[in-house]
């Protein structure tokens, strides 16, 4: 059975990190691209970033590129989203979720983030 | 910025049929866009109904159906159940390589 769990969520000050986790199992993690989608409660899915299956390529959606980076461990089957400069507009659940032939077939059940002072 | 615009809510009969849309702020809807459609209920993980313009997902009811219809793409209820009010969004794959999720429609059956 696939499974993927978030970790890593909490509450932080404005311009603080945060590096969120997401472990993978059930299935063989290092043939998937992995990505990352965020929601705020009771509003909207938004497509974060994600990373093909060696980790030599990321892409991210304008609102956190060159805050947010996008990595992951093949040898531990883990997924990275490490949360720079951090906003009160990136409060939201933050999923991880598999994607193969644009299908994002598998997710997690989500960390809160929630960004205040 | 790509907006993909859907309709914010949605009303349905049991038995109904009801058809969302999922379209660009600018331009138009085309398979090369891999649309997909995904139904989420509160505090739930999304779930896959359809990818690919109109490939349904593992053991997804036949009563769901993923088109491209004039310049949009388009999941079509047939027969709705009352399990089926939820929340349901459509996501689009850009050339850039980035996708973009749209604003969601609320499905009520009534």
């Known amino acids: 059975e696939v499974q993927l769990v978030e970790s890593g969520g909490g509450l932080v000050q404005p311009g603080g990190s945060l590096r969120l986790s997401c472990a993978a199992s059930g299935f063989t993690f290092r043939n998937y691209w992995m990505h990352w989608v965020r929601q705020v409660p009771g509003k909207g899915l938004v497509w974060v970033s994600r990373?093909?299956?060696?980790?030599?390529?990321?892409s991210y959606a304008d609102s956190v590129k060159g805050r947010f980076t996008i990595s992951r461990d093949n040898a531990k089957n883990t997924l990275y989203l490490q949360l720079n400069s951090l906003r009160a507009e990136d409060t939201a659940v933050y999923y991880c979720?598999?994607?193969?032939?644009?299908?994002?077939?598998?997710w997690g059940q989500g960390t809160l983030v929630t960004v205040s002072s | 910025q790509t907006v993909v615009t859907q309709e914010p809510s949605f009303s349905v009969s049991p038995g109904g049929t009801v058809t969302l849309t999922c379209g660009l702020s600018?331009?138009?809807?085309?398979?090369?866009?891999?649309p997909s459609w995904y139904q989420q209920t509160p505090g739930q993980a999304p779930r896959t109904l359809i990818y690919s313009t109109n490939t349904r997902s593992s053991g997804v009811p036949d009563r769901f159906s993923g088109s491209i219809l004039g310049n949009k793409a388009a999941l079509t209820i047939t027969g709705a159940q009352a399990d089926d009010e939820s929340d349901y969004y459509c996501?689009?794959?850009?050339?850039?390589?980035?996708?973009?999720f749209g604003t969601g429609t609320k499905v009520t059956v009534l």
């Open positions: 996501v689009l794959y850009m050339s850039s390589g980035i996708y973009v």
């Open positions: 990373i093909d299956t060696d980790g030599s390529y990321t």
């Open positions: 979720a598999t994607v193969a032939t644009h299908n994002f077939d598998n």
């Open positions: 600018s331009g138009s809807v085309s398979t090369s866009y891999y």
